[in-house]
């Protein structure tokens, strides 16, 4: 099956600090991907879909400027969490999609953030 | 407004036997649905599929069920193994539009010995 990466695995960072997230799929192109946020005992919150080469779009309630979402190429798209807060802490997961509209999204691993 | 729904947070069932996991959905133009297997502290695993032009779809001891009428799916696993212990979402999307996943609260599966 298609593997996606994430790197980093888990981050603890200072409240005021920016924390930059890459998703990668490793053997495939991927055209669009996803980022989600996943709150304890929640369901995966999508917060973004983001397309090679185009913004970024946004789920109602995200805020762009607060999360920076940068899809440069077909294997990668980078999340950076500015400025962030303790209530930023989560649990972050991308997504990444191999072809049209009704393929499967692949998962990565996660990212575990904890801001103090 | 919560589209797909899992009203089972919590699932035991003897290693063995037969797990079935429910799931509703409200929005009559999803037309592709998911499940995924997810750990703690992982991304979800991308189990099985069905499209809303199938009312089953098979793969190994997994055996995914749709009934369009109720808007009803479910999720067949046979026979349980202890591995099997995870959060499973359903999740749904309407491929004609922007195909953002959509996804149930999940529901955690305990497979005892």
């Known amino acids: 099956g298609a593997v996606v990466s994430q790197h980093p695995s888990r981050v603890i960072c200072k409240s005021g600090t920016s924390v930059k997230i890459e998703c990668r799929s490793l053997d495939f192109q991927a055209t669009t991907m996803f980022w989600y946020r996943q709150f304890p005992k929640k369901s995966l919150m999508l917060m973004a879909t983001s397309n090679e080469g185009s913004k970024a779009t946004y789920e109602q309630g995200v805020e762009k400027d607060k999360f920076l979402i940068n899809h440069a190429s077909l294997t990668l798209s980078t999340l950076t969490v500015t400025s962030a807060h303790p209530e930023d802490s989560s649990f972050y997961i991308c997504?990444?999609?191999?072809?049209?509209?009704?393929?499967?999204?692949?998962f990565g691993p996660g990212t575990r953030l904890l801001v103090l | 407004d919560q589209q797909v729904k899992q009203n089972s947070p919590s699932l035991s069932v003897q290693e063995g036997r037969i797990s079935i996991l429910n799931c509703d959905y409200t929005?009559?133009?999803?037309?592709?649905f998911l499940w995924y297997k997810k750990y703690p502290a992982e991304g979800p695993t991308f189990l099985i599929s069905?499209?809303?032009?199938?009312d089953k779809n098979e793969d190994g001891r997994f055996t995914v069920f749709l009934n369009k009428s109720a808007k009803h799916l479910s999720l067949h696993i046979v026979p349980s193994q202890p591995g099997d212990s995870a959060v499973y979402f359903c999740a749904a999307l309407n491929t004609g539009t922007a195909s953002k996943l959509t996804f149930g609260t999940g529901t955690r599966l305990q497979v005892t010995l």
């Open positions: 997504s990444a999609r191999r072809g049209g509209r009704g393929e499967t999204q692949y």
């Open positions: 069905i499209s809303s032009i199938k």
């Open positions: 929005n009559s133009m999803f037309d592709y």
